[in-house]
C-alpha cells in the first residue's frame, strides 16, 4: 500500500512536470509567433434575428510554423500568467485599428463596430488607456468604431479604478460590452454602476436554453435586467434556430454564433456580409 501511495505521487509529480514542460514549450513559441507574423484576427459576425450584420468580434488565431492552429483558449491563459498578454494585446489592439481603417475607407457604415477582447491583465495596466488611445491616434482609427469586450474578473479587480477608466475611453467615443455575463459573481448592484453598452449573455446558458428550465430562467432575467437598465442584449453561441427563436421570444436582438457565422478571415467576412452595407 506504501508503495503504492508513492507512484500515486510521483504520478501527479510527473504530470505536473509535464504541464510545466508544455508551458514553457507555448511560452518560447509565443516569444517569437508576432515577429514571425504568426498573428491573425478573424472576424465573427454579429447579427439582428435576419442575419443582417450590426457588428463583429475579433478574436485572435496562431497558425505555427507547420500551418497548425493554436485555439485562443489554450494559448491565452498561458499569455496572462507568463506577461506576454501585454505583447499580445498590443498587436490585437493595433490590427483591430487597421482594420477599421480599412473598413472605413471602404464605405462601411460606423454602426458596424470591431469588438476587441482585453484580458483582465491587459486591463490592469497602468497605461493601458493611454497606450489605447495612443494606438488609434497613430492608426487614424475612429474610436467610435471600437468597442472593447471586459470580463467581470476585469472590472471586479478594482471597480473605481476600472470605472475611471472606462468613462475616460467612453468620453473619445469607445462602447463597452461586458463579456460572458451570468458566470462570474455579477452583482445588480454594481452593474448598476458600470457605464458599459451591452452585456453579453455567456453560451454557457444559450447551449441548453430551449430544454433546461433554469438556463431558460437565467437568460430571461438577463433579458429583463437588460431592459430595464436600458443596456443592450447580446446572445453568444447561437447555432440553431429554436435557440434563435426562444431568444427572439425573450426579447433578444443582438446574436452571435455558428447559426449566423463562424469566426473567419476578414476578406471572407467582406464576401459573405458586406454586400448589402456598403455606404
Ligand atoms: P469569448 O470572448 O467568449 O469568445 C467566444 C468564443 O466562442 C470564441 O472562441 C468563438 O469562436 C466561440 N463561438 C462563437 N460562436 C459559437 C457557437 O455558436 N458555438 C460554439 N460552441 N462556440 C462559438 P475562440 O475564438 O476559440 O476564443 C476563445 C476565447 O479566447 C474567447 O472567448 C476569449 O476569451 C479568448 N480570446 C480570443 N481572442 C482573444 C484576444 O484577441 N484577446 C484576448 N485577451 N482574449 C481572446
Ligand atoms: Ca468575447
Ligand atoms: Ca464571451
Ligand atoms: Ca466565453
Sequence with gaps: AKDAGRDVIKFFDNSIQQEIAQRHVIESALRRA?????????????????????????????FKEDNKMVSPGEFIPVAEQSGLIEMIGSWVINAACLQIVAW??????????VAVNVSAHQFGHVNFVSELLMSLSITGADPSRLKIELTESAILQDIEVAK?????????GIRFSLDDFGTGYSSLSYLKQLPVDQLKIDQSFVRDITEDESDAAIVQAILAICV?????????????????????????RRFQG?????????????????TDLKQ
Design 104 to 113: 472605413e475607407a471602404a464605405g462601411i457604415p460606423p454602426e458596424i463596430k
Design 164 to 172: 475611471e477608466k472606462i468613462l475616460r475611453l467612453k468620453a473619445a
Design 34 to 62: 508576432e515577429s514571425l507574423n504568426q498573428f491573425v484576427l478573424y472576424y465573427q459576425p454579429q447579427t439582428d434575428a435576419n442575419g443582417r450584420l450590426v457588428g463583429t468580434e475579433a478574436l485572435i488565431r496562431w
Design 258 to 274: 455558428y447559426f449566423f457565422g463562424k469566426p473567419m478571415p476578414a476578406c471572407e467576412l467582406e464576401e459573405l456580409f458586406f
Design 228 to 252: 430595464s437598465l436600458d443596456i443592450e442584449a447580446i446572445a453568444e453561441g447561437v447555432e440553431t434556430e429554436e435557440q434563435l427563436q426562444f431568444l427572439l421570444k425573450h426579447g433578444c
